[in-house]
């Protein structure tokens, strides 16, 4: 069974253009949550994605944002970016009440 | 509210045995994973704990007591290419894992 996977792999911006990475999930896996990764804050929970809706949010600001479709591929959007949104964006899917499996990640640069 | 403790490094003899704790403080507490994630690379699951006891995988063992809050991962005969971070992450029913810093885990010949 293939794992999850993103596009792109790696992305340079340039501060205040705006960014969307995608994700599908593992098959049969309905559930896909995002999380950000730096070196200073660590993983850090974005938003979870179930059934094309959004299930919980973490402490973001909305300039991050997210959408689940039919197919349970999701896509997050990074708007006005800031050089401090450079980071591996990590996404994970999983069945309900079990463990979440993560794809390869996006690593995004923002200069 | 949510949060995890884990040590912030750990480092360990080739063929040792390693321990690394997690505490943690959440509500509606459903199981206790544990993750591996090597530099550059995405986190991979390790091993679940969702009743008290110990689970083994191999040469990993993973830890669990409700009662305490507290959970802990254990790596036999390391290996060199166990040097990663190892991140510890409740999991609450339906919600996501929340997870910590993580625990740098540097293994030396």
């Known amino acids: 069974k293939a794992g999850v996977t993103q596009t792109p792999r790696y992305l340079i911006k340039t501060r205040g253009q705006q960014v969307t990475l995608s994700c599908s999930p593992i098959?049969?896996?309905?559930?896909v949550s995002w999380y950000q990764q730096t070196p200073g804050q660590g993983l850090q929970f974005l938003f979870e994605y179930f059934s094309e809706t959004q299930r919980n949010k973490g402490n973001f600001p909305g300039r991050f944002s997210g959408r689940q479709f039919s197919n349970s591929r999701s896509e997050m959007n990074v708007s006005t970016l800031e050089l401090g949104d450079s980071a591996l964006y990590l996404c994970?899917?999983?069945?309900?009440?079990?463990?979440?499996?993560f794809g390869p990640g996006t690593r995004l640069l923002v200069l | 509210g949510q949060s995890l403790e884990q040590p912030s490094e750990v480092t360990a003899v080739e063929g040792a045995i390693v321990q690394i704790n997690c505490t943690y403080q959440?509500?509606?507490?459903?199981?206790l994973s544990w993750y591996q994630q090597h530099d550059g690379g995405a986190p991979t699951f390790l091993s679940y704990?969702?009743?008290?006891g110990l689970e083994e995988t191999g040469r990993f063992s993973s830890f669990l007591s409700r009662s305490d809050s507290y959970g802990y991962l254990l790596l036999q005969e390391l290996q060199m290419k166990d040097s990663a971070s190892y991140f510890c992450?409740?999991?609450?029913?339906?919600?996501?894992?929340?997870f910590g810093k993580g625990t740098r885990l540097s293994v030396i010949a």
């Open positions: 098959s049969g896996h309905r559930s």
């Open positions: 994970a899917s999983r069945r309900p009440q079990e463990t979440q499996y």
């Open positions: 959440t509500s509606g507490f459903y199981g």
């Open positions: 992450a409740p999991s609450s029913g339906n919600t996501p894992l929340v």
């Open positions: 704990n969702g009743l008290d």
